[in-house]
């Protein structure tokens, strides 16, 4: 299947709005053909902007255990969805119906302004004419040939051997992006909201301020809407993650009001290609794999308002978090155990999924097995790279025999090569959000997975 067909299914372009054109950027710089972002480091700077209030999650945002295929309008099975209209009317939520067209404010801009960018000719290749198809299988891995993407993504510009790296100037950075490729910005305001769920609030044109957060596309996109979300964008943050800096991910998913809008981390070593901090996202019209998976509530109690799981008969061992409140709680929890695994050198993925509500933590040592030459050949040679939306299972081949040729056991053996040990996970565990979490040597137990993984080099 093309990529074409669902990408005019899931057109969100809203009636009567006016798109964000490239124009809109027409007063932040007098030398539009050259202008970056690091322009906006004037405080005087002018943008589109969103802005979010602080709002409790919602409750029936959660848990999305099996959507419909690339054929259907009816997104069955989730919690709170609803395809009746009496039971709509009746809610006091975004009334949400399951269909593909449902959009918040923040939905409708956002897709408006990408189709912008796109038709204006900003992206290297043409994205809804790569091929995608859902394996055979139960899990439902979905494939895709993107020939473009890997001879036109921007290759990596510093060693992955260190999940910790200072922030290099010299090498590219998101400041030095076209400003056209600049969205909007996404700001959180002052105050809180009323109801349960905040709307977004747009505005054509308005003061960036000091180091916005920002959205802009992804210029070497997977699928459709995709785009990076950077946080304090001036600022130059390197890619390490902390409660304060995982917030406005969490709050990106929230704003949207389709099931199919997933924000996604990576950090150095578990691929990420550029050390500046970014969030990536897109909408892709299918569950993820990891998302169907089941899971096991671990220490039940010990999380404040948070649930946490362990996500079993899935290839990568990883960890699920579920709000409870409050997405600052979500936040610190989930930000707190990506201190800790920095701090220990240990790769990691963060998918985040239904509307914020649930939060996939999946440490890897890929790379670090590819550096020891225990990655098998046939997988090596797949050019596979298991970053975080390939490793919850939206896997993007290289080479056409390779996408044609694709099985479930096929995609479940090269993503258990990300896998940490049995052994390596309880201890991954057990010092995050288990019995050790406290303990003064968590960190240095952490240490040692990558050290066992070192010894098999020897």
Known sequence: MSAASSFAKLSLRPDGASVLSLHQLADVDTDKEFAKVSSLSNTASRLPKIGYLKHEAVQIFKRVRSFGSFQDLIV????????????????????LTGYITDASEFDRILISSWEDRFAGGLFRYDVTAVSTKVIDGEKKYVAQFNIGR???????EFSIDKVCQDFDPKKFNFTKADLKEVLFSFT???????ENVSRSVFEPSADVGESPTVVLINVSPIEYGHVLLCPRVTDML???ISPDKLLPALYMASESRNP????GYNSLGAYATINHLHFQAYYLMEAFPIERAETEEIFPGTHGDCTVYRVIDYPVRCLCFEVGETFEALATLVGECCLKLQAANIPFNILIADHGARVFLIPQIFSLRIANKRIPEHVMDTGVNPAVFEISGHLLYKQEADY????QASAEDLLACASLTREQFETLIACTVGESKTSASAVEELISIVKSELQHSN
């Open 76 to 95: 069955p099975d989730i919690d709170g969805y609803s395809s009746d209209a009496s039971d709509a009317e009746d809610d006091n939520s975004w009334g």
């Open 150 to 156: 890997a001879t036109n993504k921007r290759p990596t």
């Open 188 to 194: 959180a305001l002052a105050g809180e909201a009323d």
């Open 238 to 240: 390197p890619q390490q």
């Open 260 to 263: 199919y809008f997933r924000v």
């Open 404 to 407: 044609n040729s694709c099985t």
